[in-house]
């Protein structure tokens, strides 16, 4: 039997970045009859949620796990991107070996690669085989990524100074402060490595965008025109997971409860697999819950004063959280708010007909959850990318509400009383949900035999396998 075509994905260790590369390979085996081997990093060994997540590959997809690194002393930066980038880089060595033995053993045409692991386009290059990053974020967030270059160049001093606000093709102009956190701190290590991984952006074959044109429309039209030396884009999403991948006994709970709330009618509160607040955050926001009268389900994990992103490795909360909510809440909520630890079947919640609203951090991964379920937002940016995305779903797109801080940087539980009163039960919230129903129906139609995003991918698929022959 003739081998099929075979590609390799090198993704970073974190589960947001693992979970749309899972569904891109999952339209890959089922759709293309291509062949897919997962080529791993690790930072320790692979956690438990990494590999049931992992598990959920087809057949047609395997999975090589590379021996674990250590970045322990080797950067002198704090911020995640950089330990993951440098996690990457450190495993150069053995992911040469393994696209090696691939090449000589199957139809290995091409390697795609997380933007973390931009450093591995050489090994591509080395053994004659295409190279692609596939872009975890916003076709914005991409935008900036081919003008960071230039802007290294002709802006002095750091970008959150800049008196004018930043105005990229298709784009939301952005102020400097809102522009992704990795690049705030010139001196940091994460800066060098993001300004490295732009520029590596222009030597390969091409881009795959985890976006769709009904969502972002300009900005991708914007990308898909043709400049010499800029790689071709294929906007192929929204790929999201649709799966539980940790089905605890709370989980179960959880859906139990929404099951017996009315429809639309609970707001899912959650910060993603990485967000974390502060502990007087956390308490305005469970004050703000309860004087906003409305239902809510409430992802709840230990409170850090010194990172937002405190759980960007692990989405165990570090301690019993509930010690941290204010004194006889859960009391005062039971019936109408249910509180769990840690995790919740994100996808399940947000496909529920109980769900009315969602409470994000605006990762990208939850963004494209919640329009493929048209399901309006509150957007609370916490780091990374987030604060631009804030500004796409609350400006540009407009599916989403933004509640304002006060001089403490805290947001007051009656400004979450508030705006979430606002979103579930008041004249924008109807306006959001309608508008989140257009972009859901849009956003099935593009994932579609003759969908946008599925002739991108089979355009794609169309170089690999004449690459093939």
């Given at each position: 039997m003739e081998k099929p075509t075979r590609i390799?994905?090198?993704?970073?260790?974190?589960?947001?970045?693992?979970?749309?590369?899972?569904?891109?390979?999952?339209?890959?085996v089922a759709h293309h009859n291509l062949a897919v081997t997962f080529i791993v990093p690790t930072i320790g060994s692979p956690s438990k949620t990494l590999k049931q997540v992992l598990q959920t590959l087809p057949p047609g997809a395997d999975v090589v796990y590379l021996p674990p690194v250590s970045v322990d002393?080797?950067?002198t930066s704090a911020k995640p991107e950089a330990h993951v980038s440098l996690a990457i880089k450190l495993s150069l060595s053995p992911v040469r070996a393994v696209i090696k033995s691939l090449k000589a053993s199957s139809k290995l045409v091409a390697l795609v690669l997380d933007p973390f692991g931009?450093?591995?386009?050489?090994?591509?290059?080395?053994f004659d085989i295409l190279s692609y990053i596939f872009f975890l974020v916003s076709a914005t967030a991409l935008c900036l990524s081919f003008e960071l270059p230039n802007l290294d160049k002709t802006i002095s001093g750091e970008f959150r100074d800049m008196k004018e606000p930043l105005k990229l093709p298709g784009c939301v102009p952005v102020q400097g402060r809102d522009?992704?956190?990795?690049?705030?701190?010139?001196?940091?290590?994460?800066?060098?490595?993001?300004?490295?991984?732009s520029k590596s952006f222009f030597f390969v074959d091409g881009i795959i965008?985890?976006?769709?044109l009904g969502f972002e429309e300009e900005a991708i039209q914007a990308l898909l025109k043709e400049e010499p030396g800029k790689p071709a884009v294929y906007p192929?999403?929204?790929?999201?997971?649709?799966?539980?991948?940790?089905?605890?006994?709370?989980?179960?709970?959880?859906?139990?409860?929404?099951?017996?709330?009315?429809?639309?009618?609970?707001?899912?509160?959650?910060?993603?697999?990485g967000g974390t607040l502060s502990c007087d955050q956390t308490k305005e926001i469970a004050l703000g819950l309860e004087l906003s009268g409305q239902r809510f389900l409430w992802v709840l994990r230990s409170p850090n004063n010194e990172k937002s992103n405190a759980y960007f490795f692990s989405a165990e909360s570090f301690e019993d959280?509930?010690?941290?909510?204010?004194?006889?809440?859960?009391?005062?909520?039971?019936?109408?708010?249910?509180?769990?630890?840690?995790?919740?079947?994100?996808?399940?919640?947000?496909?529920?007909?109980s769900t009315g609203g969602l409470l994000t951090h605006c990762g990208w991964n939850s963004i494209l959850e919640s329009v493929v379920h048209?399901?309006?937002l509150i957007a609370w940016p916490l780091f990374a990318e987030h604060k631009m995305t804030a500004l796409i779903v609350a400006e540009s797109v407009k599916v989403a509400l933004r509640p304002k801080e006060s001089g403490n940087g805290v947001v007051s539980c009656e400004e979450v009383s508030r705006v979430v009163r606002s979103l579930m039960d008041g004249e924008e919230g109807k306006r959001i949900r309608q508008r989140m129903e257009e972009l859901k129906e849009a956003a099935a139609k593009t994932l579609g035999e003759d969908g946008c995003s599925s002739k991108a991918l089979s355009k794609l698929v169309g170089i690999w396998k004449k690459r093939a022959i």
């Open positions: 390799a994905i090198l993704p970073s260790p974190v589960m947001g970045h693992i979970n749309p590369l899972v569904e891109f390979t999952k339209r890959l002393g080797k950067t931009a450093d591995a386009f050489g090994v591509a290059k080395e522009l992704m956190e990795p690049i705030q701190d010139r001196s940091d290590d994460a800066y060098k490595m993001i300004l490295n991984q965008l985890n976006s769709f192929v999403g929204p790929l999201i997971r649709m799966g539980m991948t940790d089905p605890v006994e709370e989980s179960y709970e959880c859906l139990t409860w929404l099951d017996n709330q009315p429809s639309k009618s609970v707001l899912f509160v959650s910060f993603g697999s959280p509930f010690p941290f909510l204010p004194k006889g809440f859960l009391e005062r909520v039971k019936g109408r708010g249910l509180v769990v630890s840690s995790w919740a079947p994100q996808a399940q919640v947000l496909s529920h007909g048209g399901v309006p």
